[in-house]
């Protein structure tokens, strides 16, 4: 395995984040990082302290809330059988640690520290971890060097390779291929992606067990406390949930509703509810004399025969689509289609954008036709007409959405058992 470029990188980051703190000054984003990174080890340490010394550790890395969502479920099933296990979460962004700083099940969650040697042999020597469960991406060289030195067993799960990635490009091909080399197994989301682990980067280890996002969804669906209030004002109604909007989603969409002869009844969610893009949403609804209540001020008097409901808070969306008889989710006219598996899993169509191929699980279900991809107002406002007036058409497309998630479950028994066969070595010592 050539490790020079791994070499050369370690020798180089501590110089590379050192002049990325000294810039700090005068970009934001590096002034946050650093700035809530202060008292990491003090804060861990305390946290730390509290765990009896014999648990066994299990480390999961995650770049945001979306990575980490793939790690959920396999946590959800070790935690299930042995609620001894200890578990480390760490992020890289900042959305990812606020969303899930106060995860129940973890011992600790805390920002990855910046990637130099010494901060790695530190923070291993404080969680001093039995396993470091990567999820998809992420790679910080450093820290999973510093890992492999003191024998942590090493799991990249839901792990892609996609046409056109950097992980190709020949000055980096190289350098990925000494970084799979240190994992001791790679979980794949595709055959596709194990033969090129395999075939590629020489890597024999990788094994296709899916993406742990299906189960994590599929776990999901099965609660709906969050809009349990909801449920009689659209119960027998025809209800279209358009998740994470934008302001270029909003405009085709809401133009091809308001064309529909019989429309159904229109539940937004925008991807951003911050006061600044609901005084503009609501600036832009009244333009178009479209009449709407948000959530937070909902009351007896809201008509969802007339009236848009929006949701102007956060953590509705994943149940929201409980209520749905179709979907649409935003995204697909920016940079990437967001999250199509939530409306996927409770059997209903959906439809999104044309920028979606950056998300496998939605190329998958595009081709399984559980979803039709738009391209222009008219051409939604054409689905919308026969998926409101078709109920047979809505049904299929809607049961071949579900069977396409319910299809690729599995991902979390693989990579939960490759973790509690480890987890029973090192008790059996």
């Given at each position: 395995?050539?490790?020079?470029?791994?070499?050369?990188?370690?020798?180089?980051?501590p110089?590379?984040?050192?002049?990325?703190?000294?810039?700090?000054a005068?970009?934001?984003?590096?002034?946050?990082?650093?700035?809530?990174?202060?008292?990491?080890?003090?804060?861990?340490?305390?946290?730390?302290?509290?765990?009896?010394?014999?648990?066994?550790?299990?480390?999961?890395?995650a770049?945001?809330?979306?990575?980490?969502?793939?790690?959920?479920?396999?946590?959800?099933?070790l935690?299930?059988?042995?609620?001894g296990?200890?578990?480390?979460?760490?992020?890289?962004?900042?959305?990812?640690?606020?969303?899930?700083?106060?995860?129940?099940?973890?011992?600790a969650?805390?920002?990855?520290?910046?990637?130099?040697?010494?901060?790695?042999?530190?923070?291993?020597?404080?969680?001093?971890?039995?396993?470091?469960?990567?999820?998809?991406?992420?790679?910080?060289?450093?820290?999973?060097?510093?890992?492999?030195?003191?024998?942590?067993?090493?799991i990249?799960?839901?792990?892609?390779?996609?046409?056109?990635?950097?992980?190709?490009?020949?000055?980096?091909?190289?350098?990925?291929?000494?970084?799979?080399?240190?994992?001791?197994?790679?979980?794949?989301?595709?055959?596709?992606?194990?033969?090129?682990?395999?075939?590629?980067?020489?890597?024999?280890?990788?094994?296709?067990?899916?993406?742990?996002?299906?189960?994590?969804?599929?776990?999901?669906?099965?609660?709906?406390?969050?809009?349990?209030?909801l449920?009689?004002?659209?119960?027998?109604?025809?209800?279209?949930?358009?998740?994470?909007?934008?302001?270029?989603?909003?405009?085709?969409l809401?133009?091809?509703?308001?064309?529909?002869?019989?429309?159904?009844?229109?539940?937004l969610?925008?991807?951003?509810?911050?006061?600044?893009n609901?005084?503009?949403?609501?600036?832009?609804?009244?333009?178009?004399?479209l009449?709407?209540?948000?959530?937070?001020?909902?009351?007896?008097?809201?008509?969802?025969e007339?009236?848009?409901?929006?949701?102007?808070?956060?953590?509705?969306?994943?149940?929201?689509?409980?209520?749905?008889?179709?979907?649409?989710?935003?995204?697909?006219?920016?940079?990437?289609?967001?999250?199509?598996?939530?409306?996927?899993?409770?059997?209903?169509?959906?439809?999104?954008?044309?920028?979606?191929?950056?998300?496998?699980?939605?190329?998958?279900?595009?081709?399984?036709?559980?979803?039709?991809?738009?391209?222009?107002?008219?051409?939604?406002?054409?689905?919308?007409?026969?998926?409101?007036?078709?109920?047979?058409?809505?049904?299929?497309r809607?049961?071949?959405?579900?069977?396409?998630?319910?299809?690729?479950?599995?991902?979390?028994?693989?990579?939960?058992?490759?973790?509690?066969?480890?987890?029973?070595?090192?008790?059996?010592?």
């Amino acid at each position: 395995m050539n490790t020079s470029a791994l070499s050369f990188y370690t020798l180089l980051s501590p110089m590379l984040f050192g002049a990325a703190r000294l810039f700090s000054a005068l970009y934001p984003k590096l002034r946050t990082f650093f700035r809530v990174r202060k008292w990491l080890f003090e804060e861990l340490e305390h946290e730390i302290q509290k765990l009896p010394a014999s648990s066994f550790r299990l480390w999961v890395h995650a770049a945001s809330v979306g990575e980490f969502e793939q790690a959920r479920p396999v946590i959800a099933a070790l935690k299930e059988k042995h609620p001894g296990i200890a578990v480390f979460v760490s992020f890289l962004s900042d959305s990812g640690y606020n969303a899930r700083k106060n995860f129940p099940d973890a011992s600790a969650v805390f920002y990855l520290p910046s990637d130099t040697p010494e901060n790695a042999k530190r923070l291993i020597s404080l969680i001093r971890p039995d396993v470091l469960l990567l999820m998809r991406y992420d790679f910080w060289p450093n820290h999973i060097l510093e890992a492999k030195k003191r024998e942590v067993k090493l799991i990249l799960a839901a792990a892609v390779l996609q046409q056109g990635s950097p992980y190709f490009q020949p000055v980096l091909k190289g350098f990925y291929r000494s970084i799979f080399h240190l994992f001791d197994r790679i979980f794949t989301v595709s055959k596709q992606d194990t033969l090129a682990f395999q075939q590629i980067f020489s890597y024999p280890h990788a094994q296709t067990a899916g993406d742990p996002r299906f189960d994590q969804v599929f776990l999901r669906s099965r609660k709906s406390g969050r809009v349990d209030h909801l449920k009689p004002m659209f119960e027998h109604r025809t209800v279209l949930v358009a998740g994470s909007v934008w302001e270029k989603d909003e405009a085709i969409l809401l133009a091809a509703w308001k064309e529909l002869d019989k429309r159904p009844s229109l539940v937004l969610v925008p991807h951003e509810v911050n006061p600044e893009n609901m005084a503009r949403l609501y600036r832009y609804l009244k333009e178009r004399s479209l009449d709407f209540m948000p959530v937070s001020a909902l009351n007896e008097t809201f008509d969802p025969e007339r009236q848009i409901l929006i949701i102007d808070q956060t953590g509705y969306l994943a149940e929201l689509y409980s209520l749905a008889s179709i979907a649409y989710v935003g995204g697909g006219f920016g940079v990437n289609v967001h999250n199509t598996l939530e409306p996927a899993v409770h059997g209903i169509p959906v439809l999104f954008g044309p920028r979606y191929h950056n998300s496998p699980e939605a190329e998958g279900l595009a081709a399984a036709g559980g979803a039709t991809v738009i391209h222009d107002q008219q051409e939604l406002f054409t689905v919308l007409k026969t998926l409101t007036t078709d109920s047979a058409q809505r049904k299929n497309r809607g049961m071949k959405a579900k069977a396409f998630v319910q299809g690729s479950t599995g991902a979390t028994a693989a990579i939960a058992k490759s973790i509690e066969d480890y987890y029973n070595s090192q008790r059996a010592r």
